[in-house]
């Protein structure tokens, strides 16, 4: 079933409001996740994790910059994709009419503007994939022993960590919801390959030349173009970086999924947050990086050696409104990789069914 037709989610602007959280003497790796999926109060994670208010450190200070940069573009961008209304009418009384010469000269009018923006949506994922190297730079070096450590004192960039995977779902579900995107660069590219057989001198083609065309069509053909860029990003981070342990990068992924659970199924974690979008946001991170954490860890974050607890994040799910979490359970069923292995317990394929 393609996935189109099943990753419908709801995204509104959401923050997280302070959570008071820290893992205190939990700080052996070998407890962490014993700690993070608890049931006792006194014995879950007790550091402030505030993702709302976090303001970077001097240490911090210069990524914070950097990266901060970005995200003030990435608000730019959701801006114009959910304005972006297409050349579709234009585009069928061309295809309707192909000897109207002044009708296809109005769709190609129509469409040269929208490949500009596509091209500049495009353009900007990669910066964003080079924002998360950063990030992941910065939360997996050997200043701190271990993510937990990483986490409560680089709160600042564990904020823009989550922000930047609030921003990749979020893009993904306007996309797939405007068809209108794929069905214009196609015309377009359609219409350049005519042009070019036909000798016609062809406006917007230094633009897009064919080489950056064909890398923007296999983007847009993805159904989740920037989950896939950042999944795809967060693995060559891994393979760049050999000297770095990948458990430090699975285990920063494995501990925000963690304490995102832990927060969102504690009553009196809850209870703290002040606006209600900031438990969507809190879903919407946690189900970020278990797709990351999936894509980069060899087993996967379905086996039973995952240390992410998937049973306690799909219950969590599940206890949400249905309209509210549907899209967020059909990311974890059609956008992951290890989901249908064999590894993967019998009772997690049935939770997610």
């Not at 070998?30 to 999926?37: D, F, I, P, S, Y």
């Not at 709302?52 to 911090?60: K, V």
């Not at 070019?196 to 633009?207: F, L």
Request: net charge negative; with cysteine.
């Amino acid at each position: 079933i393609h996935a189109d037709t099943h990753l419908h989610v709801f995204f509104g602007s959401c923050q997280l409001n302070a959570l008071s959280l820290s893992l205190g003497r939990y700080l052996v790796m070998g407890n962490l996740l014993k700690v993070l999926t608890c049931t006792d109060l006194d014995e879950e994670p007790n550091f402030f994790l505030d993702f709302e208010n976090a303001q970077p450190t001097e240490a911090e200070q210069e990524i914070w910059e950097q990266v901060d940069v970005v995200l003030k573009e990435a608000r730019t961008v959701l801006d114009e994709l959910r304005a972006y209304k297409g050349a579709t009418q234009a585009i069928r009384e061309a295809i309707q009419n192909p000897s109207d010469e002044g009708l296809q000269e109005q769709a190609w009018t129509a469409v040269l503007p929208l490949v500009g923006k596509l091209k500049t949506f495009y353009q900007f994922s990669q910066r964003l994939e080079a924002a998360l190297h950063s990030l992941l730079r910065a939360l997996t070096n050997e200043t701190y022993s271990d993510p937990t450590q990483h986490l409560e004192r680089e709160q600042a960039l564990a904020k823009q960590f989550a922000e930047i995977l609030h921003f990749t779902l979020c893009f993904d579900e306007l996309k797939m919801t405007n068809p209108a995107i794929q069905n214009d660069f196609s015309y377009y590219r359609r219409t350049l390959s005519r042009m070019r057989m036909n000798n016609v001198p062809a406006e917007g083609e230094s633009e897009v030349n064919n080489e950056l065309a064909n890398r923007i069509s296999l983007f847009y053909a993805d159904a989740t173009p920037m989950l896939k860029t950042m999944s795809d990003g967060t693995t060559k981070f891994v393979s760049e970086n050999k000297n770095l342990p990948i458990e430090n990068t699975t285990d920063v992924l494995s501990t925000m999924a963690s304490v995102c659970k832990v927060m969102l199924e504690t009553p009196e974690y809850r209870s703290r947050f002040s606006r209600e979008d900031t438990v969507s946001f809190c879903l919407r991170v946690m189900v970020g990086v278990i797709i990351l954490y999936d894509y980069v860890h060899p087993v996967g974050a379905f086996a039973r050696s995952s240390k992410i607890d998937m049973k306690g994040c799909i219950k969590v799910l599940r206890d949400q409104p249905p309209n509210s979490v549907e899209g967020l359970l059909n990311a974890l069923r059609y956008t992951t990789k290890h989901l249908h292995d064999d590894s993967t317990a019998k009772t997690i394929k049935t939770m997610l069914q």
